[in-house]
């Protein structure tokens, strides 16, 4: 079964300054896998996903992540974080087609949170 | 343009009752799921349905049963509310099954309680 580890329960960091969540993820073919953000009350957000192809993926609100196959990971960048990204934000893995299931399995999330 | 809708918002049970978790959605999704959030455990899917009149098990469906007569529509109902059921729950939906190639869209999520 496919697994997420975000290693990160909290991160603080500065406005302006850059920003990477890790995220590793087990899955025995080649995982589809996202990011989700969940503002403080509020339900997910997608932020960005992989399929295939580039392994370079930019998302909304300036996300960008990065697939690298050889260290099973997904990580989560931005160049310059906003006070509006003070949030939580979780990696998945879903079940590619075939496979017999349609479910994401979550990390257990990041917190975010941004000093002015 | 609502997206996925959940009532309530908020709910406190007391241990053994019962209440339905309501959930629509109005995007003609054939995908919908019910997920719980506890903190610092991620979600985890309860219940999802391929399309009406189909639902199966997700990881965590004990103390949970769900029904989907539309294609709109996709209630939780919990029986015998018990303390380990204190959570967020949320619903989502997607056009294609939310583990592949697809957004999965969320509702903002009920906070049941049961003391």
């Known amino acids: 079964a496919q697994s997420v580890t975000q290693p990160d329960i909290h991160i603080t960091v500065s406005e302006g300054a850059s920003l990477e969540l890790r995220c590793n993820y087990s899955?025995?073919?080649?995982?589809?896998l996202f990011w989700y953000v969940q503002s403080p009350g509020q339900g997910l957000q997608l932020l960005l996903k992989?399929?295939?192809?580039?392994?370079l993926v930019q998302g909304i609100k300036g996300f960008e992540a990065e697939f690298k196959r050889s260290q099973s990971s997904f990580n989560l960048r931005k160049p310059s974080v906003h006070w509006s990204d003070a949030a939580e934000y979780f990696c998945?893995?879903?079940?590619?087609?075939?496979?017999?299931?349609?479910?994401?399995?979550f990390g257990k999330g990041t917190k975010l949170s941004v000093i002015p | 343009n609502a997206g996925v809708t959940q009532t309530p918002k908020f709910r406190i049970l007391k241990i053994g009752q019962s209440m339905t978790l309501q959930c629509t959605q109005d995007m003609n999704h054939n995908y919908m799921y019910w997920y719980r959030q506890d903190p610092g455990m991620g979600l985890k899917l309860i219940y999802y349905s391929v399309g009406a009149g189909i639902t199966d098990k997700g990881e965590v469906p004990n103390g949970y049963n769900v029904s989907r007569s539309t294609t709109e529509d996709f209630p939780l109902r919990l029986e015998l509310a018990a303390p380990s059921q204190t959570s967020v729950y949320f619903c989502a939906s997607s056009s294609t099954g939310v583990g592949m190639n697809t957004e999965a869209f969320f509702g903002q999520g009920t906070r049941l309680t049961v003391v």
């Open positions: 899955y025995g073919a080649t995982p589809y």
């Open positions: 998945a893995v879903g079940t590619p087609p075939g496979a017999g299931s349609y479910q994401l399995t």
């Open positions: 992989y399929f295939s192809g580039d392994t």
